[in-house]
């Protein structure tokens, strides 16, 4: 047997997308078609995108990375696209090894049914509070008893607590998957 030659193969980079209120990684993903030089290449593995080289020469300057789970891509905001960019895509520039890349949610509505002994419980204080030093967010009342507040909310607003007036109801946490989480509770007053 002879060999005619051997290459070893190098990851140059590994890029993902991260949920920006969560922190977990977008794993509905794809890699934009690239002109890949000689020697260069990309896999989605494990919802990352691995780029990877057995050449010396220098690779391309960035990828577009689509989220391809169109439900979650309609609750995300994107930056705007560049020329050639595919919609619900980020580019991003190849700097690094390790390559994460924050995407931020929508504006998502909270709304919270309070129900009373008697039925919807209106006028009430109702609050979502977060942990020390992050905001306070007051939800307004629509309907009797449904109190709400559209926002982009934040890491600092995930298992935050819901206050009735000065009592602590439960712990909320949002579902970034879609644009209204709705929580019942019974009006602790």
Excluded: C
């Excluded at 220098?58 to 979650?72: F, K, R």
């Excluded at 020390?132 to 309907?143: D, R």
């Amino acid at each position: 047997m002879t060999t005619i030659a051997t290459s070893t193969a190098t990851t140059k980079h590994v890029v993902r997308l991260m949920h920006a209120a969560t922190g977990k990684p977008l794993t509905s993903i794809r890699l934009a078609p690239v002109a890949w030089p000689f020697g260069w290449w990309a896999r989605v593995v494990d919802g990352a995108v691995v780029v990877a080289s057995t050449a010396t020469t220098d690779g391309p300057a960035e990828i577009d990375v689509v989220v391809t789970d169109g439900l979650l891509a309609s609750v995300l905001d994107f930056p705007t696209p560049g020329p050639g960019q595919p919609i619900n895509s980020v580019r991003v520039p190849l700097t690094a090894v390790e390559i994460d890349v924050p995407i931020d949610p929508t504006e998502l509505t909270l709304s919270v049914v309070v129900t009373g002994a008697t039925g919807p419980a209106a006028g009430l204080d109702v609050k979502v509070r977060g942990a020390s030093g992050s905001p306070t967010v007051t939800l307004t009342q629509g309907a009797p008893g449904v109190y709400s507040a559209t926002r982009v909310w934040g890491a600092d607003l995930i298992n935050a607590d819901l206050r009735i007036g000065s009592t602590t109801v439960r712990k909320v946490s949002l579902d970034y998957g879609h644009t209204e989480t709705r929580i019942h509770v019974v009006d602790p007053t």
